[in-house]
């Protein structure tokens, strides 16, 4: 049905739209894909989640995590609770700090402003650049932060204190910036500026975490053309590590509360066709936003479920809980994988990652085994 070399954007445009009846081959493709490229082998990243602070300028519709200053919830961790969770993951293995938060909450809200006087700095990326020094220097975690749009600068800065970082490239769609669409009033979800820092990471030789969040409006071949945005990156820098397909989930709280969310059907064309696309880079899927089916995702040729806290709830979607991590080794060695933990920074990358010397460097090396995956095992 189809050769072992990456696929077209007409054949993508097919296999998306494949029937019931030819699923079980679209698969059945993208497995084989997979096992040429990481045979048996499926990997995690034990993490924290550290979410730096919910205040966010942007408003996406499918958002619960954000918040405006004074909004219930409204938090910006103070170093204390950073270091608190970053100690409280080590002594459960985890290997990964994952930094997330709003894009630039000061540029819209003077409160956040003031937050960030006090503790010192001038801005959240400031203050984020601080937050990853602290936990790399004071505990074993890397640091991967997922901040929003970076300009090149900023990118150079982070790099020396965290071995990878990611950007959600979301979709190319521009019509999702339409009034009452997903990204209606988000001005950092402009596609060409996302694009715009995924390159720049690619010309700094960042190993960068990037991806899609399927089903907020965007048409199947939207979902094609921004798998081949990204694969062209990857082609141009090669610095691509991971590739995320995120299904969109729905919640009561959300301005997209009645949207329908993808199929399951839907989900696994899309993962499918995303490892065809790109047979030679990591495909993740969240499990928990697959939950109780997560299972299939390894059938629709991913290697990897990602970031999974033993610790801290998924803050993006806090109604799904990560599944146990006992039972996820469990449920992929019953499909004939084994799981293996992962650093934030995938293994192929992290001699790139090691290129500089100094802290981040001597902390990698002791995180690290000599296949380059984490040398702390699950317990
Ligand atoms: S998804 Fe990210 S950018 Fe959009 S509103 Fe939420 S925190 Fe802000």
């Not at 293995?93 to 010192?120: N, Y």
């Not at 293994?347 to 085994?369: H, I, T, W, Y």
Request: glycine content about 6%; aromatic content about 6%; overall charge negative.
């Amino acid at each position: 049905m189809l050769s072992s070399g990456p696929i077209s954007r007409e054949q993508a445009c097919y296999l998306m739209r494949a029937t019931d009846d030819e699923l079980p081959q679209l698969l059945l493709a993208a497995r084989e894909a997979r096992e040429r490229f990481k045979p048996r082998v499926i990997t995690y990243s034990r993490k924290v989640f550290i979410p730096l602070t919910n205040l966010c300028r942007d408003y996406c519709g499918y958002c619960i995590f954000r918040r405006d200053p004074g909004d219930s919830g409204a938090h910006t961790m103070t170093p204390d609770e950073v270091l608190a969770i970053a100690r409280a993951g080590e002594k459960l293995g985890c290997t990964e700090a994952l930094f997330s938060l709003g894009d630039k909450p000061e540029l819209a809200f003077p409160e956040m402003r003031d937050v960030l006087h006090r503790l010192g700095y001038n801005s959240m990326l400031q203050y984020l650049e601080a937050m990853c020094e602290l936990v790399l220097r004071e505990t074993s975690l890397l640091p991967h932060p997922n901040p929003g749009l970076l300009s090149a600068a900023w990118i150079n800065r982070l790099a020396a204190v965290s071995p990878s970082m990611g950007l959600m490239l979301e979709s190319t769609s521009e019509s999702l910036l339409q009034p009452g669409k997903a990204h209606d009033n988000a001005p950092d979800k402009v596609p060409a500026k996302r694009l715009r820092t995924i390159e720049e990471a690619g010309k700094q030789g960042v190993p960068f975490t990037t991806g899609l969040l399927i089903g907020i409006g965007e048409t199947l071949e939207d979902r094609i053309d921004a798998l081949l945005a990204i694969r062209e990156m990857h082609r141009r820098y090669g610095h691509i590590q991971e590739v995320i397909v995120q299904n969109f989930r729905v919640k009561p709280e959300i301005p997209m509360h009645d949207w329908p969310e993808p199929s399951r059907g839907e989900m696994l064309r899309c993962v499918a066709v995303a490892r065809l696309l790109m047979p030679d880079v990591n495909i993740q899927a969240p499990p928990n936003l697959s939950a109780p089916y997560y299972v299939e995702l390894l059938d629709a040729g991913i290697n990897d479920w990602g970031g999974v806290s033993p610790l801290t709830p998924d803050f993006i979607n806090p109604e799904k809980p990560w599944p146990h991590l006992e039972e996820l080794k469990l449920r992929t060695e019953a499909k004939g994988y084994s799981l293996r933990q992962r650093l934030p920074v995938y293994p192929e990358f992290v001699n790139r990652a090691m290129a500089e010397p100094g802290l981040l460097s001597q902390k990698l090396k002791a995180a690290a085994d000599a296949e380059g995956y984490a040398r702390v095992t699950a317990q």
